[in-house]
Every structure is written in structure tokens, then in C-alpha cells.
């Protein structure tokens, strides 16, 4: 990651009364990739996002999108952001495309073409004209999409963006902000407390708790480097796990759990284990390894009593 | 950055697209004429027959207490409006500074009340011409008045600049109200409060024997009552046509000020 962050944020701090909602919040987002903002509910995920999008002010700290800050130089900082802000809310009484009509004026870059591009890039050609009230959850989120997405922004922030949709929508919405992230090198900012879809979505997350980072993290390319930790816990299918227990006696960590034979032990030591029940005549139905979920991960960091 | 006229577009487009403000301009258009054809056809009571000019200014009464309800429901829903639609989350984060935003709106607004009053002066004089005529009964205070429809029409728009006026001022309350309060129903409710019982305030504070009431905005919201050599409704402390003209525009610029003032530190939450 040697290019320059899309996004920057320096000691972000919000104080409410006398809480402080955001303590010292800092990190980078960089183009092209997707970067997940993971916490349990309340731990300051959306506070810290209006802050970056300009609809609530800091405390202390700073906030720079491709340079300027959003503090003193608001217009030349948010030109560049896209964002879906929890629900994509939109005018009702208006068709589809008099709203993005209406953030189009807003925007010098986006020309009537630029309008019919987005549209049809969010699949709404058929149903424009009609007023959103007419409009389904799924084809307001479009609608919230291409509205973002009009003036070719470099940041794209999407506030909890899987909220009411449908397992296809959601994976629909994966797809295309992986898409965008690679083909135009747009960073895009995801929070969630939705763990498992962060995983399959995100390049890096930062887990939010009580409004301090306790951690950013690569996920993708760690796999490998799961696979060859020696204290990885790996499952054995057998018919008689009983008798299995007793033909390892006890090394590796042996155990039965839900009725499966579990190990703890690296990639080798898991094909001589193989081997030793299979000699023993134990019948082996399928071996798999325990990988730790980023929820798994999750919880470890933040005790589970806080997820909200 | 873009063109500033758009977003005055856009803050129209958020009105005029609505049934409702339509509903409106055609009430404004047809209660002067249900007005004066139930008179044209009824007569007074005594029998005599009711004038042209009589009967703009009483339409010209009723058009203006619509233009003012609805522009007060415009303003309060202004700000207010796009806090309880959720809107406002997708307009504030565009390259513009809150200022401009707010200017915008309160243009459109501005807009809303110079072609409302404007409907209201044409209708009023317009339908009472045609069913009256231009006739006055013989006026010994202004004589002239029986001149025609010429002065007719300009004597009518004293009233209108008149009650525009005022209006501007109540609904920068209203729209003050909106971005302060972000509720729609209670910025309504409390500027038709201040438009309905201004007589009974105004009566109020003229019980009170001193010099600093005739600042108070209840007593300067008529103009009409230092139009024509009048001077005011404070017998022993006469005040002029300007006098009031500009403690209106101190009020006005107050309320717009405050409006700007909340809209600009407020933070978007929840």
C-alpha cells in the first residue's frame, strides 16, 4: 500500500456532554480497497462516519479526504465522497430519477449521461420514472447506490448498506463494491456488526469498541497461514471416536467434542494422525480444520458480553 | 462549484412537485371567487349593492390569511422536513457549505410568498372586477378612490406590499422555528399561534405604559396603521411608516440570523 490514503483520520475525538462518544480514533484508507468498520451496536461506528461525511463536527482531531479537511475545507473534501448514511432516504413524492436529478444539480461533475450510466448500472431503466414511494427496499438501496456512486467518487461510505436487504442483494451489493474497489480504485468504507458478511466483503476491518480502535487487521491472504499453525484445531469424522481416543493416547491434545475426535496439531501431524486410525482399522469419514471466524476473533477481543 | 440557482431549483422542485402546494394556490384562487359570487348574488343586508373595491379588500383579507398559513406550513417544513424524511443525511454531504444550503431554501421560500401574493392581488382584483366592476361607493376620506380601476388597482396593492411584508417576517419565524426545532407540526402551530392571536398580544402590551413597546413586533406587524398619515396604535407615542418598516427588518434579520446560526453548529445524529 504505498499510494497515498483516500482517507485519513488523525485522533478523530467526539465528546457529547462530558462522554466521549470517539476517543482518538486514527487510520488510513487507501484506493481500491474495502475497508470494513466493525463494532458491536453503539460502539461509535456511525458517529465517527457522519463525522467523516460532514454531519457532525469534531471535538479534537482531524479528518482529510484526498488532502483537504473536511474542518476547513468542507466543499473540496466531501466533492469527493459518495455515501449511503444508514437507510438511503429518499424524496418519495419524487420519481426515481428526479431525485437523482436533484443530487445531480448539486454536483458540477454530473452531466444528464452520467444520470442514464448510473442508472443502468444499478438496474433501475425500467422503474425510474416512478415515484419512490412505489419503490421496494431493494430498489431504494439502488437508488442509494447510484445516487453515491453518480459523481465518480473516490471514497464510497456505506453505513450498515446491508440493513433489509434480501441474502440476494446483499450478495449483489458484495459483488459490485469488490468491483468497483478493483476496476476504478475507489476505497470503500463499510461498517457493519454484521461479522460474517464483513468477512467475505472486506479486505481490512478495524473493530470499534466503545469508540477506540482495538484493532485493524488484514483478512484476506491469511488463510495459508492459518492452515500451518500447529495449534489449529482439527476435526475427525471416525465411526468409533472412543476407540480413536485411545489409539492417539492422548497426543496432539486428543479429545472428543460433539461427538467428533479433535486434535490440536499442524498440517503433517494431521496426515500421520490419519495415518495411525486408519492402520488401527478406524474408519476416517472426513477430516476438517476449525478455522477461528472473525466472529470467533471478534468476540475473543471484545468479550462477548458487549456485542449489543 | 456548481451554479447556486440549482440548488434554489432543487429547493422548488422539493415544493411544487408536491400535490399538496398545488391543493394550496388553488384554494387561494377559488376562495375569492366563492367569496364574491356568494356576494354578488346574496347583497348585503341593507340592501344596497356591494362595489368592486369594497369587495377586493375583502377578498384581498381572506386571500392574505391563506397566503400566510401557507407560508408558514412551507417554511416550518423547510428544514424541519428533511430532518424527519431522513433526507437531509444525503443533502448536507454535497459541496456545499450548510450556509448555502440554507440560503437556497429560504429563496424557494421567499418565491413561494412573492408568487402566492402575487396569485392573491390578481385574483382579488381580477374576479371583483369582473363581477363588480370599478366601482366604489364615494369615499370622503379618498375621494379619488372612485377614479377606476387604474387606481383601484394600485390603492389594493398598498395592502398587499403591506401584508407581504409581514408575512416575510412571520415566516422567518417559522423557518427559524424549523431549523431550530426540526419539528414540522410544532414550528407550524406556534408561528399560526403568534399570526392568530397577534391582535390579542398587540392589545396586550398597548395596556402597558411603556416607551420600549413599540418595538414589540405585534404592534409593528400592520403597516396598514401607518399608511395614510396614520401613526400607529400607541395614541401619546405616534410612530412612522419607516419606524415600523424597520423594526420588521430587525426582527427579520434576527430570526434568518438564529435560523443560520442553529443550522451551521447542529450536528445530524440519529
Not at chain 1, 462516519?49 to 469534531?58: C, D, F, Q, S
Not at chain 1, 448498506?161 to 463499510?190: F, H, M
Not at chain 2, 371583483?128 to 370622503?140: I, K, Q, R
Not at chain 2, 392571536?197 to 403597516?223: C, E, T, Y
Request: proline share 3%.
Amino acid at each position: 500500500m504505498s499510494l497515498a490514503p483516500v482517507v485519513r483520520l488523525d485522533n478523530v475525538t467526539k465528546v457529547i456532554g462530558k462522554r466521549t462518544i470517539i476517543d482518538r480514533v486514527s487510520f488510513d484508507v487507501y484506493p481500491g480497497e474495502v475497508f470494513g468498520f466493525l463494532g458491536p451496536n453503539g460502539s461509535g461506528k456511525t458517529t465517527t462516519i457522519r463525522m467523516m461525511v460532514g454531519l457532525m463536527a469534531l471535538t479534537s482531531g482531524d479528518i482529510q479526504i484526498e488532502g483537504h479537511s473536511v474542518k476547513t475545507d468542507f466543499p473540496k473534501a466531501i466533492v469527493h465522497v459518495g455515501a449511503i448514511v444508514e437507510n438511503p432516504e429518499m424524496y418519495k413524492f419524487l420519481t426515481g430519477y428526479q431525485n437523482l436529478l436533484h443530487y445531480a444539480r448539486m454536483n458540477p461533475a454530473v452531466t444528464k449521461e452520467r444520470i442514464q450510466e448510473v442508472i443502468e448500472l444499478v438496474g433501475l431503466q425500467d422503474r425510474i420514472h416512478d415515484k419512490v414511494k412505489k419503490y421496494s427496499l431493494g430498489m431504494r438501496q439502488r437508488l442509494g447506490v447510484a445516487q453515491a456512486m453518480m459523481h465518480r467518487p473516490k471514497l464510497l461510505v456505506l453505513d450498515e448498506p446491508t440493513n433489509g436487504l434480501d441474502p440476494a442483494g446483499i450478495r449483489e451489493l458484495r459483488d459490485y463494491l469488490r468491483k468497483i474497489a478493483q476496476d476504478e480504485s475507489v476505497a470503500v468504507l463499510v461498517s457493519s456488526h454484521l461479522l460474517s458478511e464483513m468477512e467475505l466483503m472486506c479486505d481490512r476491518v478495524a473493530i470499534l469498541q466503545k469508540g477506540q480502535i482495538i484493532d485493524v487487521r488484514s483478512i484476506r491472504g491469511d488463510d495459508a497461514a492459518v492452515h500451518t499453525q500447529a495449534d489449529n484445531e482439527v476435526l475427525f469424522e471416525v465411526d468409533h471416536p472412543d476407540a480413536a481416543l485411545g489409539v492417539l493416547e492422548g497426543s496432539y491434545g486428543a479429545r472428543i467434542a460433539d461427538g467428533l475426535l479433535s486434535i490440536k496439531a499442524d498440517r503433517s501431524s494431521v496426515a500421520a494422525t490419519n495415518r495411525r486410525l486408519v492402520e488401527a482399522g478406524i474408519n476416517v469419514y472426513g477430516i476438517r480444520v476449525k478455522t477461528k471466524t472473525l466472529e470467533d476473533q471478534f468476540l475473543e477481543m471484545t468479550g462477548s458480553e458487549h456485542i449489543g | 462549484m456548481a451554479n447556486f440557482v440549482k440548488l434554489v431549483q432543487n429547493e422548488n422542485m422539493k415544493i411544487y412537485r408536491r400535490v399538496g402546494t398545488w391543493v394550496m394556490l388553488g384554494i387561494l384562487i377559488l376562495l375569492p371567487i366563492l367569496v364574491s359570487t356568494l356576494l354578488y348574488f346574496a347583497g348585503q343586508d341593507d340592501g344596497s349593492k356591494v362595489t368592486g373595491f369594497e369587495m377586493m379588500q375583502v377578498d384581498a383579507i381572506f386571500a392574505f390569511m391563506l397566503v400566510t398559513i401557507f407560508s408558514v406550513i412551507i417554511a416550518s417544513g423547510s428544514v424541519a422536513s428533511e430532518f424527519s424524511w431522513g433526507t437531509i443525511k444525503l443533502l448536507l454531504i454535497r459541496p456545499w457549505s450548510r450556509t448555502s444550503i440554507l440560503l437556497s431554501k429560504f429563496i424557494a421560500l421567499v418565491l413561494f410568498l412573492l408568487l402566492t401574493s402575487i396569485i392573491a392581488y390578481l385574483t382579488c382584483f381580477f374576479v371583483n372586477l369582473a363581477f363588480f366592476g370599478a366601482t366604489n361607493a364615494v369615499d370622503e376620506v379618498i375621494p379619488e378612490l372612485n377614479a377606476g380601476a387604474g387606481v383601484m388597482f394600485r390603492e389594493l396593492g398598498e395592502f398587499v406590499w403591506t401584508e407581504f411584508v409581514a408575512t416575510l417576517v412571520i415566516a422567518s419565524f417559522s423557518f427559524m422555528l424549523s431549523a431550530a426545532l426540526r419539528s414540522n407540526g410544532l414550528a407550524i402551530g406556534l408561528s399560526l399561534a403568534i399570526v392568530f392571536l397577534s391582535d390579542a398580544f398587540a392589545s396586550l402590551f398597548l395596556m402597558i405604559d411603556q416607551p420600549w413597546i413599540k418595538f414589540v413586533l405585534f404592534l409593528n406587524l400592520d403597516l396598514m396603521q401607518f399608511m395614510n398619515g396614520h401613526t400607529g396604535p400607541i395614541d401619546d407615542d405616534p410612530m412612522s411608516l419607516g419606524f415600523a418598516v424597520g423594526v420588521l427588518a430587525a426582527y427579520f434579520v434576527i430570526f434568518n440570523a438564529i435560523s443560520l446560526l442553529v443550522f451551521r453548529k447542529r450536528d445530524v445524529a440519529a
